[in-house]
């Protein structure tokens, strides 16, 4: 009986496949059982378990060429394959598991996301472990219902090492792996020549760089923001408030809107047109796992990056234990028509938990496409929702409730109708100034109700009736307000642009915002949950030339869509990967060495918080700590020790038996200006959160109470 080892992505996938194979046992992490003629087991990887290129041998060779020998730049690509990937050390157990499983098969079959990222998942481990040659083809699992991954595994077993489904298998992993390349050495060497250059912990990955890039612009637009003083006039009646249309060069002179405010005041309303219309609201859209996180991380009150992380995130915990489904990467917000059976049967389930009424055969206009379309629209994730009916909620954590109810009610919303509004507009003239009102209210709630939302009733009677009257208005009222510059992105609409903007993935969006907004990388600073582009960070930006934008840009067509079309080989696609790699080198490298110097000089000073207390050197702003320079903690053979001049050292979080509490960059400087400062501590005795003044005494914090 022959061996075959079904590699699967998500572990909904491997319970499915559990399922379609006799006498099932769980060995390990993986499962064990029989198919017809084989026996097969079943592994799910849960995302990449391997990491970035191993540089082990070209440091080697280069005598330590991480330590800023940048004379050896930039490190490329084997000419004829792809850079070498090493396990990730977080997943070595996972690997090790894998391994005996590789080793012992006869034939290898991917059952992965179906899609670039999840067949290049497979592949780096195939052509690490050299049993590429085992594989036989992968299992279709754009649909993830039990009847269709039968069908999808009878057909790969019967067609093994099919050329047009082992075809394209490589081609798709090709181009995930192509991609991976180009971001990496672009990134890596780009990252080490600065970091030679400057001595300072920066990098210049690629999707790291577009997300800095997007916090300058937004930075700078908030910062040069013209501010400007505008006024409205309203008029208050029985009905409501009547706006005053103002054209926009009237509504900035207040001498103007002073005359027409005086020419109107106390004068009659002479009703012209009245016009009611019904407005069915579009339907909520199914969640993805970075919406889910954003909605989630308003009632959790975390940034939505650490409910998204791939290693320890709230939401990957409750993936791993089938709670919730597993969107990899954007989800389209859509699901295929073929999982509408399924969703219909778990909603049904918490309906009655709920205790709300559904319409279970309700099919809603963009939220499900047939199968067919997929390649088209380019979904080949199901949304992030609840895996399965019957799931024990007590038993969940009080953060796994609040996701789940999040997850749930959102489900039970595609099964209920959508609200219906009314809108009442009424239009008006005084003195031959143009007035309106408007007035919102629901005639039905709809999905609405299961977030309990109340119903807007209307204040309006009988508003047809209203045309041609006249209403005396009780009150002229003039406010006064300003220009608003572009919002700060925040840790939560910084989400959403990089989904929007393609800046990473679901896997990588925790790691991307780390880099840029770590302390000891002196891009991002975060006031107040806003983010704030550094003098740096603005600088830094301008060391990418708009050519090398260019020619990373080009990688896609001249590269990923040649490969596609059969234009060029993967041979002639390395090449053209490395030509573009060293190209891009080439430009930022010299862009560099013209600003190194000032550079450097500036991420000196954004991490400067201010002079230290006990040696007047400079504190800085340290991954944990406020930190005196002249502190050198060095590891010796009696351990870690402090071979500075000084030891000043304050840590951001406190977290004692009796309070907690944090120290954030701008308050610290003022602490080091000799100024006092109300931080919010918590007192855990009195489980009560409260503003305290603190200050600097002798090198630490002093309480004055």
Known sequence: MKKI?????????????SEIIGSPKNLGRAIVGKYGEYEITIFALAGHIFGIPDLKEFDKKFEGAYKNHIDYLPFLPPEDNFYPRKPDPDKLSIYRDLKNL???????????????????????ILLYTKTINKLGGFVRTDNLSKEALKKELEWALDNLHDKKRLSEYHLMANRALLKGDLNYGVGINASRYLIGKMDKKVSFGTAQTRLVDLIVKRTIEYLQHDKKTFFNIKLKTDLGEFVVKLPDEVKYDQNKVYEIAQKIDEKPIKIKKVEIKQKEEPPLKWYDGSDLAKDASKILKKDPFSLLDEKKGLLEQMYLNNILTYPRTDSKNMMPENNFAEQQKIASYYAKLYGVEIDPDLKKKGLWYPEEMAEKLKINHTPCTVAR?????SKLSKDEKIVFDLAAKRLLSIFMPNPITKTITIKGEVEGVEVELKEISDISLGYKEIYGEEKRKSKIQNPQNLENSIIVPEETIIIKDYTKPPSLYTTRSILDVMKKKNIGAESTYKSLFNKVTDKERPFVEISKNKLFATKFAIEFI???????????????????????????????????????????????????????????KLAQDSRNIGKCPKCKGNVLAGKNAFICENRKIVKTENGWENQGSC???????VDTEKISYKLTPSNFKKLLEGKSVKIDVFYKQKQKRVKTKVELENGKIKFIF
């Open 5 to 17: 080892l079904l590699l699967c992505e998500k572990p909904s996938q491997k319970a499915i496949f």
């Open 102 to 124: 590789l080793f012992g098969c006869d034939i290898i079959l991917d059952a992965t996301d179906p899609d670039d990222e999840g067949k290049s998942i497979s592949k780096e």
């Open 389 to 393: 009916a019957g799931i024990d909620i």
């Open 542 to 600: 301008k060391l990418i030339p708009q050519e090398a934008v260019y020619i990373i840009n080009q990688f896609e067509e001249e590269i990923l869509q040649a490969l596609t079309d059969k234009k060029i080989t993967l041979q002639e696609a390395f090449i053209k990967r490395n030509e573009i790699i060293k190209k891009t080198f080439e430009l930022i490298k010299n862009s560099i060495d013209k600003n190194a110097e000032e550079l450097s």
């Open 647 to 653: 030891d000043f050292y304050i840590p951001y979080k």
